[in-house]
Structures are given as C-alpha cells and as structure tokens.
C-alpha cells in the first residue's frame, strides 16, 4: 500500500490539521508515513504546502518525486493547481471550491475553476457550504478530508479512527460533528468523481 | 515498541531530553525554534527543571549554555544558521577552551532560503572550529545524536554540532525513543585553567585541539551514522551527506547499484572516501548546501572531471535538493506531471488584516513623502513586509540590529532624514548597542521601534524585552522628550502623521514607539483563555 499525497492551501487555513488526522490513521497501523511541512515565512498568508507519504515500506525521501502523487488534495482551488507537476497521470485532484483572496492579482474565479474542470479527474466541492450545513463552518477541512477519502488507499474506519483519537480531548460533540464532516464530505465525492 | 510522531525538531527536543540535558539555551529562527517550544511544553523537562527559556540572542545563548557546561552538566544551545553568525565569537573561542558537561549546538540550514536572508552552510563553521559535526539522514538519527550527542562531546572534550536543515527540521516520520539518562551532578572542571584563553594558555588549548583531531577522524570512521554500502556497479561512487541520502534511495527504491559512503558525521571519514574513489570510475557527491565535501575531494588542481556534483552542474550550485534533481544528476528519467497553468498567480507572504505594523507604514508613507524614497533603513521580522507592496517603505534588511546602525552611517554620510524601524525582540536582540553608538555621536535619525509586543514572525514568542524599551532607551541616553509611545491603529493616523512628521524634523535622536499586541499572538492568548 502506498500513498503520496500533496496536501496545499494558505497558510492560516489548517491544512496541518488534515494531515494530522492521516498521520494518526497510519501510525495506528503500523504503517510507515513521511510528512514535510511548511513553517516560516509562508504561514503569513503565503502558498503552504505539505507532501504525506504513508506506506507499507519503508519511505525515503521526505519529499514526493514529481509525477508521483496520487493525490493533490487542496483547501483552496487556485492552489490545487500549483502542484500538478507532481501530481501522477492517474491520479486525483480534490479541491475546495471557496477562494481564499488575499492578493491583488487574484485571477478570475471562472478561469481557475475551467481549468480545475479541464483536469482529467478531479473532485471540486463547497467545503465551506457543507461544513456550515454539517453545523460548523470550522470543520471545512474535515470535510476535504473526507472527500479525498475515496482516493486515499486507507480503510474508512481508520480515518475515522483517527479523528476519535485527535478530538477526543475536545468531547463526544467535537468527535461526532467532525465524523459527520467527514461523512459529507466523503459521499459528496462519491457522488460527484 | 510504540513509535512518535516527530517533526525532525521535536525529535532532537525529546532526543536531548533523554540525553540528560539540563537546559536549552536559544533566540528562535526558523527552521530551528520548535526545538526549544517543543521542550518549554515537554512534561519530563518540566519536572526536571530543564532550563527552557528564550535568551536575548544567539551569543547570550551559547555563552549560557557554555557556562552550564562549565558547571559540569549537559546543555544544547540551538539557533538558525545566522544566528550562529552572532554567537561565531563563542562558538570558536569553546572548541578552544573545550568543555566539562557535554554540549551540542544545534544550527538549523536553510537551503533555498524559505525563510531566510541568505542560505550559508554551517558545517563550514564546524570545520572552522575543527569540531564533530552530526548530520542527520532521518529522524530517527536527530533523535539518537541529540540523545547521544552529550557523551559524543564529553568523549571528544569539545562542543559537538549538530546540522539540520530545513527539510529535516520540518518533516514528521515515526521515532522509536531510548531510555532516559540521568542529568549530570554539578562538577567543576577539573583543570582551573581551561576556560582561561589568555595567551599562554590559549595556545596549549589550541595544541590540544590541535592534536585531537586524529581522534576526531577516528570517531567518524567507526561511527554508527556513517556508513560504506557496496554495489555491484563501480562506474560510479556516490557520497551522500545528511539527508540526500534519502533523495539517493528513493530514486532505486533503496537498493542503489552503486557503492555509496553515507557520510552522517564529520570530519569526513576518509578511509571510507579513499576506498570509494580507489573502487570506482567517477564520484558524484550529493551534499545539502555549499559544495563543502566536493571542494574537499577536488582541492586545488583536479581537473580530472572526475568528481561530479554542484560545481561542475551536475546539480544546481544553490538551492536545496531534491529527489528528482538527484534523480536527474544520475542520468534517470524524471517524470514530471502536468505544466502549472498560467492562470495561477504567487502569494507571497503578506502582513495579517489588523496587523499594527500596517499603521505604523502608511503614516509613516504619509509623513516622508515630501523627502523622496530610499531613507528607511529596516531590520528582521514580520515588519520586513513593508518591503512589499502596497507599502514599499523600506530600503533595507540585511542582519538583526543593522537597521539603527546603517541608519546611523547613512546620517553620518548626510542623509537627511535617516530613519530606522526594527521590532522589539530585534531591538532587544541586538538594536541597544547600535542605539548607544548614535546617542554617543549625537546621530541626526528618528528610530521607529514598531512593538507587537511579540516575537511575531517565528510563531509569537515571548519578546526579551517587553515592558522596558522606553527605559532602555532612557537609559542609553535618548532625551525622554523626544521618546513617544503610540498606538497604531486607523483612527490615530493623523496624530501618527503628526508626530513622525515633527520628529523626522527635528534634528537628533528621536525614538517613535508604536505599540499594540501583535493579533494573532491576542487571538492566541484569548483562544488559550476560552
Ligand atoms: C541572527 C538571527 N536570528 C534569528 C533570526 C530569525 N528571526 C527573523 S525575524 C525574527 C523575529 C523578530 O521579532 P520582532 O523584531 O519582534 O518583529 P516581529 O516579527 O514581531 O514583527 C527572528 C527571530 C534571524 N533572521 N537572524
């Protein structure tokens, strides 16, 4: 089992914390993982990226080779196009469809989302519209999560295993409002892949 | 055995924590602050007492951690690579003066500088001094050398670097800890002497360093992180330092068809090099940084060709590597997937919606039109985004503290008016001596000291001098009336017009104190509340 996974959003929107719920998961399972983050000077609202890897086998590199991930998994749209050289012939961009403006030059709205539809498989979801309907805006992230789960060569029920264990210190509520994120998220993906 | 999830820094907290260690001694820098935070939240460093606070700057820092040696127990000092610039002084005079407690400088590279000024190599510090230097390939070796790091230097007598660089500080892999070691019991030096470097005794220190170094050399040869692994294929020998050695598996999946020195420890070994280069064709060396070991191997006159690597564009000359610029140097496909479209724009980082140091900028903009562009000399921090657009206001920023001294030359040269802005923790890290060489000269500048109350750009760290500025500033000798504290928001831009527009008038030192808490560090501190 191999999975190398770009994760890309803003720095300020968390995508640390998605990270952190596969890093649970896999560990839980005995399965290897590498995780390169970005701290520093882009978490002021520059472009952040982290690149997961999660194996069976033992991984080298803390960075994934271009072409080979088999997922780029984004919380905003322009950034999930930042990465497609890493990005594998088959594998899959899941992205939040809600902007995150904090420059001037910020393209066109359409123009980004013609050329997420242009790729040849890709998930473009409302995150952000779905987690307020989840009853939290704050649980968009898990909602990505879940919509990138179908891709993510990981059981379900470790995923959601993994959120029990990093949110039980924040209650039974906090667990089950962010498994019900992750359940939205996830059949909107199946749904619309 | 239960594995931890540890970022490359934390690895080497919990690694020195288990190593003994009574105290970190550090000014924060990225990629190397979440060393220290990680051991300030650490329940075991906790009950130990482990020192853990944040030093002024990075020479305070080394020269305490020094001291802690000299009383006998084990400490770490750990800065990014130019704060070792600052602490350079002490760093050199120790490997002289040696140690008694064990004692490892952690410095944090920054190769493609993600956040920093330059991306200088700190291993050549470790060869200037003429101490071990560890390197680390994983983390599950920044844990074992911070951990064993402290006897490694009580071994060898002198303080012990460890090198990382960005990726390694910054990347998360499972870790199997040890058991933890017992502190060290206060001790004093058993020699009266050795940490005297007046002359004549200096100079017997430096034989003894001196004479060391075949040891040093031994200590690498047989060291457990440096390693020959043979292959099949001698068309090529491969010296992978640090954390290229896993750019070099993952481009064969681990099993590499050519002989390979995996060099974790320096000095080189160099049995260990002599025999690559005896068995193989050509050597290709993969090092993160500055060409350091291809210099080594090539010196002077080898113009064989024969040795391959950043100097002669088998790999970019700067920058940090990669998996496929290693994959590339080794003549193997690299797969590249689709083009970036051309509708994706840069974000470069920006200071925060709310954020002080913007008020502080746009009076400051307002207020210096009429002199023309080109006066504001600037420092390190989040405030260096003024750089940027939509402000653009500053001219400069070249090291911690140089802003009130360049202020000061370009004064001295007739500029008119010649204006510094530096941050509260850079002032207090290294703005005050600056600031009394203008006093002492009766500098015609205006001084904004912009206090977000916080040590803002590297995650919002207690700032060292919060609450004195104004009476360091007094105390300096700065006159009290031209000394004004303001609060930088929207509705007090005309009175900060005002004032900045009168002070860049008058003729001497003026200091400008803009001060409001840094907002993410409020919002922190009032989520930490709820
Ligand atoms: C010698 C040195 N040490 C550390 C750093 C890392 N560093 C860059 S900015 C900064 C914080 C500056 O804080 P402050 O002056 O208060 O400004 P703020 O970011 O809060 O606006 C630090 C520690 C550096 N660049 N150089």
């Not at chain 1, 904090?102 to 066109?108: D, F, K, M």
């Not at chain 2, 071990?132 to 599950?140: A, D």
């Not at chain 2, 210099?295 to 080898?302: S, Y």
């Amino acid at each position: 089992m191999k999975a190398d996974i770009i994760l890309a959003g803003v720095g300020g929107q968390g995508i640390l914390s998605i990270a952190a719920i596969l890093g649970v998961a896999a560990l839980e399972n005995d399965l290897y993982l590498k995780q390169a983050e970005t701290h520093g000077m882009s978490q002021r609202g520059g472009a952040v990226v982290s690149h997961l890897r999660i194996s069976d086998k033992p991984i080298a590199s803390d960075l994934i080779p271009m072409g080979n991930a088999d997922l780029i998994l984004s919380v905003e749209p322009m950034e999930s196009l930042r990465y497609l050289p890493y990005l594998s012939p088959l594998g899959y961009v899941v992205t939040n469809t809600t902007p995150f403006v904090n420059i001037p030059n910020y393209p066109e709205v359409d123009k980004v989302m013609n050329e997420i539809r242009s790729l040849p498989r890709f998930v473009a979801i409302d995150a952000d519209q779905i987690a307020k309907e989840t009853g939290n805006s704050k649980v968009s992230n898990v909602v990505m999560l879940g919509a990138a789960s179908p891709f993510i060569d990981l059981d379900f029920e470790k995923i959601e295993d993994g959120i029990r264990s990093i949110f039980a210190r924040k209650g039974e509520e906090m667990v089950e409002l962010n498994l019900k994120a992750l359940r939205a998220g996830r059949k909107f993906a199946e749904e619309n892949r | 055995m239960q594995k931890h999830l540890f970022l490359g820094v934390e690895a080497i907290g919990q690694g020195a924590i288990d190593g003994g260690m009574s105290g970190v001694y550090a000014y924060p820098g990225t990629p190397s602050t979440e060393i220290t935070e990680f051991i300030q939240e650490n329940e075991l460093a906790e009950q130990r007492n482990i020192h853990r606070q944040w030093s002024a700057n990075e020479k305070t820092a080394y020269e305490a951690a020094l001291g802690m040696s000299y009383a006998g127990k084990r400490a770490m000092v750990c800065m990014k690579h130019v704060g070792l610039n600052v602490a350079a002084d002490a760093f050199v005079n120790s490997a002289m003066t040696g140690i008694n407690g064990g004692l490892i400088v952690t410095v944090a590279d920054d190769p493609s500088m993600h956040s920093s000024q330059n991306e200088q190599d700190s291993r050549f510090y470790g060869r200037f001094a003429m101490v071990p230097v560890l390197e680390p390939s994983n983390q599950q070796e920044a844990y074992d050398m911070a951990r064993n790091g402290f006897q490694l230097s009580e071994k060898a007598g002198v303080p012990v670097m460890l090198r990382i660089t960005t990726r390694m500080a910054h990347s998360r892999a499972g870790i199997i800890r040890k058991d933890v070691l017992e502190e060290n019991q206060l001790r004093l030096p058993h020699d009266p002497k050795q940490f005297i470097l007046l002359p004549a005794i200096a100079r017997r220190r430096y034989n003894l360093l001196l004479q060391s170094q075949d040891a040093f050399l031994q200590m690498s040869e047989e060291s457990e992180y440096n390693k020959y692994l043979d292959g099949p294929d001698k068309s090529l020998g491969i010296v992978a330092c640090g954390i290229s050695f896993n750019y070099l598996m993952e481009c064969f999946d681990g099993q590499c068809p050519y002989p390979v020195v995996k060099v974790s420890q320096y000095p080189l070994p160099a049995k260990m090099i002599k025999r690559l280069r005896l068995e193989c064709n050509q050597l290709l060396v993969l090092e993160e940084g500055a060409p350091l070991v291809e210099e080594m191997l090539k010196g002077f006159f080898d113009e064989s060709s024969i040795i391959k690597g950043r100097l002669d564009n088998t790999l970019p000359r700067a920058g940090e590597l990669n998996p496929d610029l290693v994959a590339k140097a080794l003549g193997l496909e690299v797969q590249s997937g689709m083009p970036v479209p051309e509708v994706v724009a840069n974000r470069p980082p920006a200071l925060c919606q709310g954020c002080g140091h913007q008020d502080v900028y746009r009076a400051m903009n307002e207020a210096l039109a009429e002199y023309g562009r080109g006066r504001v000399f600037s420092d390190i921090g989040c405030y260096t985004l003024g750089a940027l657009p939509p402000y653009e206001t500053i001219s400069t920023c070249v090291d911690m503290g140089a802003s009130i001294t360049m202020a000061k030359g370009a004064a001295d040269a007739g500029l008119i008016p010649a204006v510094a802005v530096i941050g509260d923790s850079t002032f207090a890290h290294s703005g005050i001596t600056g600031l009394l060489d203008a006093v002492n000269e009766k500098a015609n500048m205006t001084i904004v000291i912009s206090d977000n109350e916080s040590v803002s750009m590297t995650g919002g760290q207690d700032s060292s001098a919060y609450g004195k500025i104004e009476t360091i500033c007094q105390g300096v000798g700065v006159d009290p009336a031209h000394i004004h504290v303001i609060i930088p928001l929207r509705k007090n831009h005309e009175e900060m017009v005002e004032l900045f527009r009168k002070e860049l008038a008058y003729e001497g030192i003026s200091v400008i104190i803009p001060r409001r808490e840094c907002i993410q560090r409020a919002s922190r501190r009032k989520r930490n509340k709820a």
